[in-house]
């Protein structure tokens, strides 16, 4: 059996690892269009601000480990076309020369490019050009470009074109590095995955912590900066009620989300779905004869809104280790995201799992959602910080669809949606989230735990609806 990965990131490398650790005799090869796999790119932005000291220790794994596993790793090779009949894949290597790789099945992980936003000079005939101090985010490439920038050109300032989790963790790491930062964003409020009132609770840490927030203001033009002193870039931009603004930094980092990288398979057949993300089935295989896809570059399973697009590394390992399995002839099932995600923005942290309120009324839910506050451990004990919790449930069932939370990054924010994201997985109704045998000292949490304290503002402010 002959197994070929596209792709050297969290999908391919998790599917490369599962038909290894299934099969041994298996011969498994991994094409990676560039020279890092398996690094953990949502470590970027802690290398950037110098909490990771060298982009090395972003390694899940080195090549020495991967390749200790039985899997042959391709890298600088590009996977150009998929023959499906011949079941041959077509790849450029290093130095340029062609070469088919024969497969009996193939898993595609070629994962997300970077949305452009139509700004100009950004795309087009007014780009601005290499070095010019424009970054976009996403690839360990894209990460030793900014390094070039922050190394060699010792920038003051920098605006960050976008507000979601990571232009946020981007705002966070260059500030570390001592730079002044603007965060423009085109949205009414920042992190758009939680709703606005949490997202305000972020907006508040992030001016909090010196950053200039620029919320729904679109940004529609970067160029060169007319007067030297000010930054070399400018950032022109329409504001809140469609005046003008205009910022000048010495660096631009463009972070407005991605887009899955479908080309290679829509060329070779596959169907595409949501978003433009492969059309897969639970068992992630495309509909394409003897191959499967699975990560950013596919369509997500959703428990609570069927098919969505929702790219996650969490998400990636999953389905690429249910690709990988499935590989073999085996018929695991992908059991559903939930979008369950965590965000540390300077010493705050926020999290969501499940529906936010707006989702819940678009999927046909009665949602009620109720704002609450608790601590993470008894008061009493030094240290203790308030955990802002947002619960939503429906009101004719009590089935909880989703929560969100915000507090302090030593308030265990990620432990504790995990507690809710289980609760959604597992269909709990809210008042059920009360039953559950969780631990408690005072020094580390409260007898009713902050999520059960969450859930029991829910009930209470049902209960005073209905009556
Ligand atoms: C800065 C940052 C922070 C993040 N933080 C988090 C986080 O905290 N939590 C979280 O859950 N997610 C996070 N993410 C998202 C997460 O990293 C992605 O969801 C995950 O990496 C997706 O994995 P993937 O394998 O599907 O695709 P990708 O990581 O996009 O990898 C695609 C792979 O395919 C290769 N490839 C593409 N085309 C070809 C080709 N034609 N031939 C050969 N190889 C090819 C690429 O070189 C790469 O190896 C973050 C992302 C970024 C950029």
């Known amino acids: 059996m002959h197994l070929v990965m596209i ?28 020279a890092y796999p398996n690094f953990s790119i949502c470590g970027i932005p802690y290398y950037v601000s110098g909490e990771v000291t060298h982009w090395r220790n972003l390694a899940h794994r080195t090549v020495t480990d991967l390749e200790a596993t039985g899997m042959i790793l391709r890298l600088d090779t590009t996977a150009r076309r998929i023959d499906v009949p011949g079941r041959k894949l077509q ?23 970077p949305v452009q936003p139509p700004i100009t000079g950004l795309t087009g005939p007014d780009a601005l050009g290499p070095g010019d101090g424009v970054h976009i985010m996403h690839t360990m490439g894209d990460t030793f470009a900014v ?95 469609g005046g003008a603004v205009e910022r000048a930094a010495d660096m631009v980092l463009v972070v407005t989300g991605v887009r899955p990288d479908t080309d290679l398979a829509q060329t070779a057949g596959a169907r595409l779905g949501v978003r433009g993300a492969i059309q897969v089935d639970p068992a992630m295989q495309t509909g394409t004869p003897d191959v499967l896809a699975a990560g950013d570059c596919v369509i997500t399973h959703h428990r609570l809104l069927g098919e969505t697009y929702l790219p996650l590394g969490t998400t990636a390992h999953k389905q690429g280790r249910i690709a990988g399995e499935n590989a073999l002839g085996a018929s695991r099932r992908f059991a559903g995201s939930l979008g369950t995600q965590v965000v540390k923005i300077f010493d705050q942290a926020a999290a969501r799992t499940g529906l936010r309120h707006y989702e819940a009324v678009q999927a046909g839910f009665d949602p009620v959602t109720v704002q609450s506050e608790a601590d993470d451990h008894k008061a009493y004990y030094p240290g203790s910080h308030r955990i802002t919790m947002r619960v939503t449930g429906d009101r004719r069932t009590g089935r909880l669809l989703g929560m969100q939370l915000f507090g302090h990054k030593h308030a265990e924010i990620a432990k ?28 580390l949490g409260s007898p009713w735990e902050a999520v059960q304290m969450g859930a029991q503002a829910w009930d209470r402010e049902v209960l005073r609806l209905s009556t």
């Open 416 to 443: 504790r949606i995990d507690i809710a994201a289980t609760a959604i997985f597992n269909n709990m109704r809210v008042e059920d989230i009360s039953d559950l045998d969780l631990s408690y000292t005072p020094p």
């Open 147 to 241: 390094m070039r920038t922050l190394e060699q050109t010792s920038p003051a300032s920098a605006i960050i074109i976008g507000a979601g989790y990571v232009g946020l963790e981007m705002a966070d790491a260059l500030t570390a590095r001592g730079l002044a930062v603007t965060q423009i964003e085109q949205l009414p409020e920042v992190l758009a995955t939680v709703d606005s009132d949490l997202g305000a609770l972020v907006h508040a840490e992030l001016v909090g912590q010196g950053i200039e927030v620029l919320t729904a203001t679109k940004a529609r033009r970067i160029s060169r900066a007319a007067s030297k002193g000010r930054g070399r870039l400018c950032v022109q931009a329409d504001g809140p009620s």
């Open 7 to 34: 792709g050297g990131s969290d999908a391919g490398i998790s599917a490369a690892l599962r038909a290894r650790e299934l099969d041994a005799t298996a011969d498994v090869t991994v094409v990676v269009a560039d």
């Open 91 to 113: 790849v450029t290597g290093p130095a340029g020369q062609d070469e088919l790789i024969s497969y009996d099945k193939l898993v595609i992980g070629t994962g997300a490019i």
